[in-house]
């Protein structure tokens, strides 16, 4: 059981590290048109160490990244978001379900 969490941890992209003890960020994103905005976004996130999960919406205007503080910070993801050509600006989360 252990080693088929291990795999759809790995082919999911999160570390069973960067899991415990992660924070979330929301931003709102302007300038993201289509899916491959999103994919871009996500992709230069993911680049940054300490990143567990990113989702980006085109359709909702907002990205939400997992994270370990540890390795990163709030604002090295927007100024990476910043970089690719989309304006972020933080703002809170929504709560889950």
Not at 34 to 43: D, H, N, V
Not at 74 to 96: D, F, H, M, R
């Amino acid at each position: 059981m252990r080693q088929q969490v291990l795999a759809i941890l790995f082919f999911t992209g999160i570390s069973a590290g960067a899991m415990e003890g992660s924070k979330r960020v929301c931003y709102e994103v302007e300038g993201m048109t289509c899916a491959t905005c999103s994919l871009t976004l996500r992709t230069a996130v993911k680049k940054l160490d300490g990143i567990a999960l990113v989702t980006a919406s085109v359709a909702k205007k907002h990205a939400q990244v997992d994270y370990d503080p540890d390795k990163t910070d709030s604002s090295k993801i927007l100024k990476k978001i910043n970089s690719v050509g989309y304006k972020a600006t933080e703002k809170s989360c929504p709560n889950k379900g």
